[in-house]
């Protein structure tokens, strides 16, 4: 039982983080979140799943 209220704890801290991250941000934008701008993570040079555009027209790289 003890295990569950820490595993609890631990979550709402999260949760709570990214709520306090996101509204202290400006337009509540997470900046670079476009994972497929990442030259590791995108090998083939495809264009942005969210946004569309492609790896070398980011600005948040």
Partial sequence: MKLLF???ALLGLGVAGIAIKL???KD?????????????????GEP?????KAADECKNR
């Avoid at 497929?36 to 993570?41: E, T």
């Avoid at 942005?48 to 569309?52: E, L």
């Fill in 28 to 44: 509540g934008k997470f900046a670079g979140t476009c994972a497929s701008q990442n030259p590791h993570l995108n090998k083939n």
């Fill in 6 to 8: 820490i595993t609890l």
């Fill in 48 to 52: 942005c799943g969210y946004c569309g």
């Fill in 23 to 25: 509204w202290a941000k």
